[in-house]
């Protein structure tokens, strides 16, 4: 009897933990990469490259992979791209049409002045909204970092809801000039996959 208990929770877990990966990813990019506005001072890229590892195969929602062991394993990888649209060449009457409209492109640099804290005030705020209660949502590590020469941040945290186990997320926020790149990798306590995002991180080219 013990064994279904233990069962039926692990997929209960399996279940949670991937739903909130797609959460967690849409959260990202709507807060986060929806700041990055047009940058002078950056390149231009088309798309984030990466490696799958053999353990995660496709999932049903565009850019997730989930443990082919699911729902027993509940680790999963999500990729996300926002577009800010502003490479779209337009012509001078709709350039004037915009200008009379207050709706020009801005050129600015929200996203490269985040922080660990405003990342773990806005998360913590947003997950414990979601799950109605405090998750406790805590970033363990906020560094920045550079991918071909693009810069970006690899942010670990983890939180956990009543009743079930600790969730480990880290996400890889990798920005270009009108692009933004979001790589999320999520496990359970328990789910052994560590080794498996080293190398889908290490892999990792922006195009």
């Not at 353990?55 to 062991?69: M, S, T, W, Y």
């Not at 809801?161 to 999320?184: C, G, N, P, W």
């Not at 999520?186 to 195009?207: L, N, P, Y």
Request: aromatic share 12%.
């Amino acid at each position: 009897m013990k064994r279904k208990t233990d069962l039926r929770k692990s997929w209960s877990g399996a279940g949670f933990c991937l739903a909130a990966a797609l959460f967690a990813v849409a959260l990202v990019s709507s807060i986060f990469a929806g700041k990055a506005y047009a940058r002078d001072n950056l390149s231009e890229a088309s798309y984030c490259s990466f490696v799958i590892p053999p353990e995660f195969v496709p999932g049903q929602e565009k850019g997730l992979f989930i443990n082919r062991d699911h729902p027993m394993e509940s680790s999963s990888i999500k990729y996300d791209l926002y577009d800010n649209g502003l490479d779209v060449i337009h012509t001078n009457r709709e350039k004037a049409a915009m200008k009379e409209a207050g709706t020009e492109a801005v050129i600015a640099d929200e996203s490269t002045s985040l922080t660990k804290d405003i990342y773990q005030e806005t998360m913590a705020a947003a997950y414990n909204s979601q799950y109605g209660q405090d998750v406790g949502f805590t970033v363990s590590s906020f560094d920045k970092i550079t991918v071909d020469g693009y810069p970006g941040y690899r942010i670990a945290s983890f939180y956990q809801t009543a009743d079930e186990e600790k969730i480990y997320q880290t996400v890889y926020m990798i920005l270009s000039k009108y692009r933004t790149f979001t790589i999320s990798m999520q496990r359970a306590e328990d789910d052994d996959c560590e080794a498996a995002f080293e190398e889908c991180a290490s892999s990792m080219h922006v195009h």
